[in-house]
């Protein structure tokens, strides 16, 4: 089965920057689109950012100018480069395949003020 396995949380000032990875397994990379999403303690589930299988992007208004997505196809893993940290970030990340209910595990993303 397909397996999506995020990385590279923790605990960052306000300000820094940190990168998540998620590596995909039994898929077809190159074929298909990926999200970031993210939800915070007592929150719903946001979409963040997503890159297509052609490598367009999109992003939510509240991370534009601070996040980047990128894949590389030959690692069959896409990133989310964070930088400009701001507390309201805090949340745990998940990768997800774009078209498809198929999520990774989550990592923790926590900045402090």
């Known amino acids: 089965q397909v397996q999506l396995v995020e990385s590279g949380g923790g605990l960052v000032q306000a300000g820094g920057s940190l990168r998540l990875s998620c590596t995909a397994s039994r898929i077809l990379f190159n074929l298909v689109g990926f999200d970031w999403y993210r939800q915070a303690h007592g929150k719903q589930r946001e979409l963040v950012a997503s890159?297509?299988?052609?490598?367009?992007?999109n992003y939510a208004d509240s991370v534009k100018g601070r996040f980047t997505i990128s894949r590389d196809n030959a690692k069959r893993t896409v990133y989310l480069e964070m930088n400009t940290l701001k507390p309201e970030d805090t949340a745990v990340y998940y990768c997800k395949v774009g078209n498809l209910e198929i999520w990774g595990q989550g990592t923790l993303v926590t900045v402090s003020s």
């Open positions: 890159i297509s299988s052609g490598g367009s992007t």
